[in-house]
Structures are given as C-alpha cells and as structure tokens.
C-alpha cells in the first residue's frame, strides 16, 4: 500500500510540474505577443497612412510562400492553441490546489500570496472576457461603437477609444494585464528553474515589473491619446 501510494504521489508532483511548464511556456509566449502587439499599436501616432500601411503588411507578410493574411491565421491559430493550454493548465493547477487544501494557509496570507494568487485568477478572468470584445471589436465582428465604417483599421481605432468609457474598460483591462504579467514571470521564471540564486530571483521580478510597466504603458498611451485628441482622423 505504502509503495502504491509512493507511486501515485510521484505521478501527481510530475503531472503538476508538467502544468506548471506548459504555463509558463504559454505565459512567455503570450509576453512575445504583446510586446510585438504593443509595438505596432504605437504605429497610430505616425498617422493613418503608417497605421493603415503596418496592417496591410502585417496581412501580406509571407507572400508569396503564404496566402494573403496567411502570416496572421497561424498566428492566431498558434495563440488560440496557447491560450487553451494556458487555460487549462490553470484551472487543473487551482483544482488540485483548491482539493487538497483542508485549512486556510495563513501564512500565505500574511505573505501575500493569496493576493497574489487571487489577483492571478480573477485578473486571468477579466483579460479572458476583455480579449473576447477586443476580437469583436477589431478582428471578428469589427464593431465601430459610432456606427461608423470598420473597412479602415486606423478610423475604427480611433471611432472606438473617442468613446471615454471603451477607453476607461480598456485601461482597466490594461492594469490587469500589467499585474498578470509582473507575477506570471516571475512565476514562469521560478517554474524553469531561472530563480536559483537570491541574484537571480531579484532579476527576475526587477524584469517582470520592468516588462509589465512597458507593456501597460505601451498600450495606454494610444487610447490616451484619442481622448486627448493626438491621434485623429
């Protein structure tokens, strides 16, 4: 029986390990993603020839080896893959987490990582429903809120932050991120073994916090700058 056991506990700690890694693997990818995502939403500020330019390269990238907008459907089929991996390494990782504990961690409490932690799952639901109308918005549905038309990348942009409350809910969504972001690398960094020396851990949370705050402010400053009236049609 002890042997059974022995065997059954060593399944589980390898499957965990295993989740944790395809966390964050899918994490650090994401971390690519939007930094490049980022990058070329500050195309907005050049005017609307360069926006408009940088989203029709983006769709002939790969030409001719790829079809038209070839580039972006593995893309998006690449992310969609990482995304349900990371969504359910997550929620099977909070399962067991959540089934094996009897009692409350205090100490954990007082440490912070259940604000940590909770910040984690309810900041990962909020970016959840926040990704899905940023799909409707700009990719799938292309929903101009001025009824405007969506045929132009850079008008639909700014037909869409000149609304102050899309802009509000997208820098909400935007602190999310920041904070998913700060501790999800730390996180990944911890679960690849990067944060074996107090050296190294420091690094680690001074790069997460450095990445975080560049990313938010990256993509901030474009909404911003439609309300301030900076970028317009």
């Known amino acids: 029986m002890a042997t059974t056991d022995l065997v059954r506990d060593g399944r589980a700690v390898r499957s965990t390990i295993f989740l944790k890694m395809l ?11 939007v930094i490049g995502h980022a990058y ?6 050049a005017g609307h020839d360069a926006f408009n330019e940088y989203a029709h390269h983006l769709r002939t990238l790969g030409e001719p080896m790829l079809p038209h907008s070839g580039f972006l459907w593995v893309l998006r089929v690449g992310l969609i893959v990482a995304f349900v991996l990371h969504v359910y390494a997550a929620f099977a990782l909070w399962a067991r987490a959540k089934q ?14 259940t604000w940590a932690s909770l910040i984690m799952r309810w900041g990962g639901l909020t970016l959840l429903l926040f990704i899905v109308w940023h799909l409707l918005n ?16 850079y008008n639909l942009l700014v037909d869409t932050f000149d609304v102050w409350w899309l802009t509000l809910i997208y820098l909400v969504a935007m602190a999310m991120l920041g904070a998913h972001l700060h501790h999800g690398f730390w996180s990944a960094c911890q679960t690849l073994g990067w944060t074996s020396t107090a050296r190294a851990r420091q690094a680690a949370k001074s ?16 909404p911003l700058g439609v309300l301030a009236g900076v970028i317009e049609k």
Request: charged share 15%; no cysteine; net charge positive.
């Open 23 to 33: 966390m964050a693997l899918s994490g650090l990818l994401f971390v690519a993603f």
């Open 40 to 45: 070329g939403n500050l195309k907005a500020f």
């Open 100 to 113: 094996a504990r009897t009692t409350p961690y205090v100490m954990k409490k007082r440490t912070g990582a």
């Open 138 to 153: 700009f990719t799938i549905g292309k929903v101009n809120p001025q009824s405007g038309p969506t045929d132009d990348p």
């Open 207 to 222: 790069v997460g916090f450095t990445l975080a705050l560049i990313i938010v402010i990256g993509f901030s400053i474009v």
